[in-house]
């Protein structure tokens, strides 16, 4: 019998976008309690290149199949599997450092993760948000348990997780201050962000303490990194919360937020089908809507690689990949 075959971004070696190859590789076949999808979209996450540099590679077996998102049509299913059938819209994280990724036409994973599309995205917007939807979700919903009244602060409006976050903040009923270029201070407005913050013209606590009369704010959301776990706690209020889902470079002094009877939250996403239907529900209330900044192929999976990891690449919210070129009707580009 011969073996069925799918195009698929395989990373040879860890390194820069150039480690990856264009390969026909054999289409996976679903197993017991497992489905199958054609690829419709996926998106281009920090975590991405990460791993495609080499920051795990005790993790990552290679020769890999990566990628973190999902949007697509189920092809098949395996036995037991109940919840989908063949032509069903579905979306879905990949089980992160566990089997391959989405950087193919087709993928396979486990029914339990997986959700159905919301029919109001499209393939492009819904790849563009399992991720960092859900780790937004976690982060302010499940760890930082952010209510309605309560202030917090997002690092990074503009990018892919904090785009998404200040509409979750809102959807709470949170005020939400944002760190923005000014350039940007538009878009995060459009998202819902009450108080702009230009990190290039003005220092973040100083403004915080300004628009706070000294108080802080009750939940910090760190997307940024560098010193902003020490240096959040100067912007927190008493009993605050920071959550951040960046890795810790290098020790930090947080002898603050001991005065602040402050607790740090560290997120590193989990996959399941719940939080999927939580975003669902805000995006069928009008509440979240994934911002695309740029497409790109399957081909050119390097080059938005390339494009993301420069600081200058003047994207708002996400990089998606139209793995199916139907996925793009618009011929949106780069």
Request: hydrophobic letters at 40%.
């Amino acid at each position: 019998m011969k073996v069925q075959t799918m195009k698929a971004q395989i990373l040879k070696s860890f390194g820069g976008p150039e480690a990856f190859e264009l390969q026909d590789v054999a289409k996976p076949v679903p197993q017991a309690g497992q489905v199958l999808v054609r690829v419709h979209a996926t998106s281009i996450n920090p975590l991405d290149y990460q791993v495609r540099r080499g920051d795990y590679p005790d993790y990552v077996p290679l020769p890999a199949i990566t990628g973190h998102d999902v949007s697509g049509v189920v092809e098949s299913v395996g036995p037991g599997v109940t919840s989908f059938v063949p032509g069903d819209e579905v979306w879905y994280t990949p089980q992160i450092f566990d089997g391959d990724g989405s950087y193919a036409e087709y993928h396979v994973a486990s029914e339990k993760i997986i959700g159905k599309k919301p029919a109001s995205l499209s393939h492009l917007e819904a790849a563009s948000l399992t991720l960092v939807g859900g780790t937004a979700w976690e982060a302010l919903v499940v760890r930082a348990g952010l209510r309605v009244g309560e202030s917090i602060l997002i690092h990074g409006g503009a990018g892919g997780v904090g785009h998404v976050a200040i509409q979750v903040a809102k959807a709470i009923g949170a005020k939400v201050f944002t760190t923005v270029r000014e350039d940007n201070f538009e878009f995060a407005q459009s998202l819902g962000a009450d108080v702009l913050i230009d990190y290039t013209k003005e220092d973040y606590v100083d403004a915080i303490l300004r628009e706070t009369d000294g108080k802080g704010v009750d939940v910090i959301f760190d997307t940024i990194g560098g010193n902003t776990l020490a240096k959040s706690a100067d912007a927190l209020a008493q009993l605050g919360r920071v959550v951040s889902i960046v890795d810790i470079a290098q020790p930090q002094n947080l002898i603050e937020a001991w005065g602040k009877n402050a607790s740090y939250h560290f997120v590193f996403t989990r996959q399941n089908r719940g939080k999927l239907d939580e975003l669902s529900t805000l995006i069928e209330r009008g509440q979240l809507r994934p911002h695309v900044g740029a497409v790109y192929s399957l081909a050119d999976i390097p080059l938005a690689h390339a494009r993301l990891e420069n600081p200058d690449n003047g994207l708002r919210g996400k990089i998606a990949i139209a793995v199916d070129p139907s996925a793009n009707p618009e011929n949106l580009g780069a």
